[in-house]
Structures are given as structure tokens and as C-alpha cells.
């Protein structure tokens, strides 16, 4: 694939991506707006978490297990393709309305009332919403497996665009619907609306004339790989959201910090963050593979490292202008109605901490994926269990003192620990990685990062309505990226004028010392 051809294809894929978590921030700002971070809202989280959230990690990690065994197949045969995605498709069904079945019988026992500690009335609620989402799951399933057989295809829009249709739908409930029905009504609407995203995956299935035929052949040797892989991909691929739930579980027992906060901090920074790194991992994941495939191994972790680099060139600066700006996004986003300026203050801080992670998550889904190359999963196995344990001890550390921003600031320091230690692994054993352009990203961040909070003291006092606030945020974000940019100019950052050459290759010469 041609270099213009693939930035056309990210550049696709990443504005459906976009627009579809645009669609999902609003559907996020009227819930809150509409059940604020009151009980209600925090029933939902809690039972959104153990089901529909978790569902759709698995469901993910799955399509990405499976599209390594259908791509080559369906490639040499269609017809053998066809009936490696029959199979997988049986296969992984049943076991979900299996999963369905045991879940929905657990709700019946005391299992449920342990994950609240409040009213028996509201233990029983949190039991009937979990029943309504553990169904599904067959769904949610289904639709992830059709995404990987059309993504081995070639269709990488999909997934991106499946969502527009289910936010739509609960934006329109939301909006119409939720005052009377309320929090329960809306349980029942987040499940339904999975079908209409499983509704997505028609246009494609009649258009590559796909026809599905129950197959169930256990003792097909691609069956164990491709359970093995998924096991393993759930963690290195979800490793945010496993911290999140480690965080969103010890906030229950914290007093002062509703689970729901947590949720809807989540809300914006998984969108921002997987918009940018999915649409670049979803196309260049197969050039990982051709680069290792041609180069000498010390060649191919030099690639990767370029890679990580030019893309922490963005990340970093963007990170710290997010968490300046966290508490005025959260207002202009979400406060409102049942949302009020507490939650506000509440979810800003989290969100604002949660932004400083974006390097670090950067790090661990594409270094994790060169690793896949290379067919190694020991390391990032190794690596994100590691974070899930460091996390789980920073918790107890840091919550009594300083409450939910404590359990932010774990997960922060976790994945960012993690992200420099599966780089040094990577790395180790490359003798001429240099350091100085990554350093310099950090030294222009953080000089950058500085100038903003001092200006933002004293322009923005959050007593600005909306609009004025958004102009505001908008002035100082234009001009702190002014900054950096000047900053990596003034200092010669290698990467920087390495994409200037790239845009502008006769204003900027090759040796960047040259003018």
C-alpha cells in the first residue's frame, strides 16, 4: 500500500472514528445532564461495568484473534474462509448464551447485593439491570466476529462507524424518552440498541455475498489459537479499562467519590485517546508485520521506535493542554440539570489525571503490537499484569489521603510505568537508540504545559458561560501549541523537522542546522 494511500486510509477511518465518539460524548452529556452522579446514575455504571463494558473487551479481543486466521484463508479460498467464520462464529455464540445463562442465574444469588452496599431496594434494582445487559451478549459477540471477517476484507470502516447508529438511538431516548421511563428504561434501551450496530454488518455481508451456516468443529487446530490469542489480547489491549474498573470498584467503598465520575471521566478520555491510536494501529498494524518481515530485527525495533516517537510528539503536548483544561471541558460537556457544579469539580479532577496517561497507554498498545509481530506476548502479558498489580497497591496507597484523585493518579503512574518499561524491553538490545528527541518533547511539553496553567489562572475563573469559556480554552489552546512548536524549532527536535521536510521540502533543507 502506497504512503498516500495509507494516510487516506487512517485519515478515513479516524474522522468515522471521530464522529462516531463525538456521537457517543453527546450521548454521554445528556446522561449526565438527565441522571447526573446521583444512586440512579451510579446503579447504571456499576451495572454497565460488569456486563456490557467487560462484554465488548472481550468481544474485541476476539476480532482481533481472529482476524490473523480468516485474512489468510480467505485469501487462498473464499469458501475455506467462509467456513473458518461459520465455525468461529458457532462456536463463540454458544458459549456466550452459555455465559448469558450462568450470569443471569448469578444475579440471583447474593453475588449481585456484594457489588452494591446500600438498600436492599437498590440491590435488587442493580440484580434486574444486570439481567437485561447480560443478554447481550450473544450480540455484542456476533457483531465483533462479523467486523473481524469483513475487516479481513478490507473493510476497515466498520467497526469505526458501527456505533453511529446505537448513539443516535440513545440520544434520541435521552432526549424524548428518559424522563418518564428513567434510568431502568434506559438499561433496557442501551441493550436494544446493540442490534442496531449488529444491523451495520448487513450492507457488508450482502455485498461480499456471505451467508452463514452453523459449523461447530472443535478439533480445527485454529480454534485453540485463536482462544489462546484472544485470552491474551484481552489484557494487553484493555488495560486502561481493566485500571478504570479497579478504580471505578474501590470508589463504592470511598464516601465522597460516586462511581458514576469515574464512568463519565472515562467517557472523554477513552474517546480521545482510541481515536487517535486505533486509527493508526487499525492500518499500520500490517506494516509492522512487512517491516519484520524484510528487515534485520535491531532494524525493525528501530522502525518501531521511530514510529512511538513521532506519534508521542503529539501525544505528550496534547495530554498536558487536556489536563489543564479538564474541569472546562467537563462543565461545557456535562454540567447541567442533575449535573451539577460538584460533579463537575469531581469528574474535571479525575478526567485532568487521567489525561496525563495518554503517553503511557500510547506506548503500551503499540509497542504491544510490535511484540504481536514478532509473535512474542510474554513480554506485554508480563508487562500489563504488572500494571494491573501496581495499580491495585497504589490504590490503597493513595486513596485514604487523597481520595478519587488518588485513584486516578494510581492508574497514571501505572501505565506510564508500564509504558516505559515495555519500551526498555523492546529497546534493550538496540545499541544506537537515541534519546534526545523524546527528550526534547518532554523539556517542550512541560515548558509549554507551565506557560498554560500560569495564563489559565488568570484568564479562565470558571464563572464564564459556556460559550465564552470554549472561546477562552480554544485562544490559550492555539496559542500553547504556538509554544511547542516554536519550542521544537528553537531546540532542533529531530522529528519535528523531520515532518516539516516531509510537507515543506524546499523551505526546509535536509541537515536541520542548515537554514
Known sequence: MKRNQTLNLISAVALVTLLAKMLGIVREALQARVFGTQIAADLYTIANNHTIYLFTTAAYALCVAAVPILTPRLRRDRKEGYAAADNLITVTV????????????ATFTPWAASLWDGEQGESLRLAYYLRIMMLTLPVIVLTYLLVALFQ??????????????????LILFLAFFAGQLGVGGYVAAVSAAWLLQLGMTVPYGIKERYRFRPRLDLKAGYVRTFFKTAAVTVLTTSIFLFC??????????????????????????????????YSI?????????QEYATVDPAVYRRYVWGILRYTLLVILPVSVVLAIFGTPIVKVLFEGGSFDAASTAATGTVFSIYALSMAGFCALDLLSKAYYTMEKTLAPLAVNGGILLFN???????????GAAGLALATALSLTAGGIMLAFLLLRKVSDIRLSPLLKCLAGTLVTGALLQLVT??????DEGKILLVIKCLVLGGLAAGVY??????????DFFDLLRRYFPNRFPKDPKEK
Not at 94 to 105: D, F, Q
Not at 392 to 402: A, D, I, M, V, Y
Not at 485 to 494: G, N, P, S
Open 457 to 462: 489562572d488568570h484568564v479562565v475563573s470558571g
Open 94 to 105: 454458544l458459549l456466550s448464551l452459555l455465559v448469558a445463562a450462568l450470569g443471569i442465574a
Open 485 to 494: 512548536l516554536v519550542f521544537m524549532y528553537m531546540t532542533r527536535q529531530e
Open 244 to 277: 478504570y474498573l479497579q478504580d471505578s470498584g474501590m470508589a463504592a467503598s470511598l464516601t465522597d467519590s460516586p462511581v458514576s465520575v469515574f464512568y463519565y471521566a472515562d467517557k472523554l478520555f477513552t474517546p480521545l485517546t482510541t481515536t487517535l491510536i
Open 152 to 169: 479481513s476484507q478490507e473493510h476497515f470502516i466498520l467497526q469505526g462507524s458501527m456505533s453511529i447508529p446505537y448513539n443516535l438511538a
Open 281 to 289: 494501529s487499525t492500518v499500520l498494524f500490517p506494516k509492522f508485520s
Open 392 to 402: 491495585w497497591g497504589l490504590n490503597r496507597f493513595l486513596s485514604p489521603s487523597l
